[in-house]
Every structure is written in structure tokens, then in C-alpha cells.
């Protein structure tokens, strides 16, 4: 059936267009605290948000709208994270570190959201395009410190390994062993030693030696 095209503007309404489009954004984010994404429905959306269907429709075209859009604003904390290194570091250890620990953070504190777009992201076409351009725009990040890194201070860095690949495989190990700890898989579950473990793996790869 198709969804209703109507104003979220209902006559006696006391909330404004912004406060519609969070209250929906905020219902999702509050059910996926205890609900799995593939199991909710537009209309556990609506209950939550205390909105009408047309409302949420005027929004957003799916459920996999909304979740994008919460993506989009925790993600955006994880590349603020990865400034320090990307901006050409003095101390790499330290920057390194530093942006790993804060993506730990980020996914411990939006565990639900973040396992909910790795678990969904190949079902829905426009939450594959996004998360592989923001896995994509780590990378590309990656990348372009990598190849600075060999052009400023002579990195060996995987020798005769493409830069892209290399970057490529950093940041998806990264992606799939914080969701390892987000869903609870042992011995990830040990924040600290994941931090050290993946500090390891980075140093080891991109400044061996250091």
C-alpha cells in the first residue's frame, strides 16, 4: 500500500517540522536499544514517536532513511576522531591510539546503530551506498597519509603493497572487530586490549620499527 502523502503540519499539532523529524529520529535511535533493526516496523516508529504515518512519510521514504541519517551523525564523531593522525602527526603512536580508543568509544556508545548498518547495510540499496562512501572516505584518508608518510619521512610501510589496499584492509579489520565487540564476541569484548591489539596491528604495519 502505498504510504500516505500528507502534512506532518496535523491541525492542533504543538511540535514544528524539526521537532517531527527528530522525535522519529530519536524513537528509532530509543527501540534499537532493544529491538533489532530487521524486526522493526514503520508502525513501531509511529507508537514510539507519537507521530502520524504521513508525518513520518514527509521525512523519510523507509525506515532505512532514518537509519542512515542516525549513521551519518555518529559516524561524523569517528572522523573528527581520526583528525589528529590524518593531519600529518608528530607523534604517530600517540595520534594512532588515540583515533583507534575514540573509535571504540563511538561504537560502545552507539552499539545498537552501528551493528544495525553492518548487519543491514547490503539489504537496502541506499544503506549500501552509504556506508560503503563512508568506509570509503576513511579509507581514501588512510591512503593519502600513507603515501604522505613515504614522500615526508621515508615510510616502509608494507613494502610493494598498494597504499589503497593496504589503507582498505586497516579500516575494514578495524570496522569488523569493534562490531565483534559491539555484539558481545570474546576477547574483543576487553575494550583496552582491543585498543592495543588494533595500536599494534597499525604501528606495526604503517611504522614498523616505531
Not at 542512515?68 to 590524518?86: C, D, K, S
Request: overall charge negative; cysteine-free.
Amino acid at each position: 500500500m502505498a504510504p500516505e502523502a500528507t502534512s506532518p503540519r496535523r491541525p492542533g499539532s504543538r511540535r514544528d517540522d524539526a521537532q517531527v523529524r527528530e522525535a522519529i529520529l530519536t524513537a528509532t535511535r530509543h527501540l534499537l536499544d532493544s529491538r533489532r533493526f530487521d524486526e522493526l516496523s514503520v508502525a513501531d516508529i509511529l507508537g514510539e514517536a507519537a507521530v502520524a504515518r504521513g508525518s513520518f512519510y514527509f521525512y523519510f521514504a523507509s525506515k532505512h532513511q532514518v537509519l542512515a541519517e542516525l549513521i551519518r551523525r555518529a559516524v561524523a564523531r569517528g572522523q573528527e576522531a581520526a583528525e589528529p593522525w590524518l593531519a600529518s602527526p608528530d607523534d604517530p603512536r600517540a595520534t594512532v591510539r588515540h583515533g583507534i580508543r575514540e573509535g571504540a568509544k563511538l561504537w560502545r556508545q552507539e552499539a545498537p546503530l552501528l551493528r544495525a548498518i553492518v548487519e543491514n547495510w547490503r539489504s537496502d540499496a541506499e544503506l549500501s551506498a552509504l556506508w560503503l562512501d563512508l568506509m570509503g572516505a576513511f579509507t581514501t584518508a588512510t591512503a593519502d597519509r600513507i603515501t604522505a608518510d613515504r614522500d615526508a619521512i621515508g615510510s616502509t610501510a608494507a613494502p610493494g603493497v598498494d597504499d589503497a589496499t593496504l589503507a582498505a584492509t586497516l579500516t575494514w579489520l578495524g570496522e569488523r572487530l569493534y562490531y565483534l565487540a559491539a555484539i558481545g564476541v570474546e576477547p574483543f569484548t576487553d575494550e583496552e586490549a582491543l585498543v592495543e591489539v588494533l595500536t599494534l596491528m597499525w604501528m606495526s604495519t604503517l611504522y614498523p620499527g616505531k
